[in-house]
């Protein structure tokens, strides 16, 4: 069973900003269930797509694998000879559950694990890349960069998946879409305190882009197909096909 998240569920005199420290990866697991609405869809989606997309001999990528559920629902799914899977996290707490949670599930697809930031990783014949929540951490300056790069490195055909939290420009809609998270959250057992807390401390960490700004700039970068396969609130998965 999974540790309970209770990480802000305490009053806190000074918020720092969020980080995917031991404390979070302890209670990872319960936080995003009880936080992003429809994760374990977006999860087995990620599986599916990766059957349909998968070539023989190419490498696969979950950059900001976290424990890494997406990285074991692709590897579910391979069905080619000679692929590779490549996760890649920052965290080093991150990464040391990454290692467990994957090695204790058996296949002959070679996984490496990799502890760094995804922007230094070099993308070379990929079918598919994952970026699964993990865009909207990075500084919106490096976005398109790191984006230009994954898609030189793909084959043609191949699909990229991105999941993020969106914001929208018309306020009403984006303030109701807020507060529809927040009562998912409430439903979920999280008090208002543990729900502002974690709004503040991750305020100057998670910016956001629209749906439209993702397309935009998808496109920008040569992706011929771009569209939204999941949205739930303001959370939501893209693909874009090379």
């Known amino acids: 069973m999974a540790n309970k998240d209770t990480i802000f569920s305490a009053p806190i005199d000074k918020i720092g900003d969020f980080a995917f420290d031991e404390r979070v990866a302890e209670v990872f697991p319960d936080m995003i269930q009880r936080s992003v609405p429809g994760y374990s869809n977006i999860i087995s989606t990620i599986g599916m797509l990766t059957q349909r997309f998968i070539t023989a001999d190419s490498n696969l990528y979950d950059l900001g694998c976290s424990l890494g559920a997406a990285t074991l629902s692709m ?9 590779r899977l490549i996760a890649v996290d920052n965290s080093q707490a991150m990464v040391e559950r990454c290692k467990l949670h994957i090695n204790a599930y058996r296949s002959d697809t070679p996984v490496s694990i990799i502890e ?9 014949n990929a079918c598919v890349v994952v970026l699964n929540f993990t865009l909207q951490f990075l500084s919106p300056d490096d976005r398109q960069s790191l984006l230009t790069k994954i898609y030189h490195g793909m084959k043609k055909g191949g699909i990229l998946i991105i999941s993020e939290k969106y914001t929208f420009d018309d306020k009403a809609s984006n303030d109701l879409l807020i507060e529809l998270h927040h009562d998912f959250k409430r439903a979920n057992g999280y008090s208002e305190l543990e729900i502002s807390q974690k709004r503040t401390a991750i305020e100057n960490v998670l910016r956001s882009d629209s749906i439209q700004t993702h397309k935009d700039r998808l496109y920008d970068i040569g992706f011929k197909s771009v569209e939204v396969w999941y949205q739930c609130f303001n959370f939501g998965s893209m693909f874009a096909i090379k």
């Not at 590897?75 to 692929?83: E, Y």
């Not at 760094?116 to 070379?124: G, L, S």
């Open 75 to 83: 590897r579910r799914h391979v069905n080619q000879k000679g692929c």
């Open 116 to 124: 760094a930031d995804i922007r230094d990783i070099k993308i070379e």
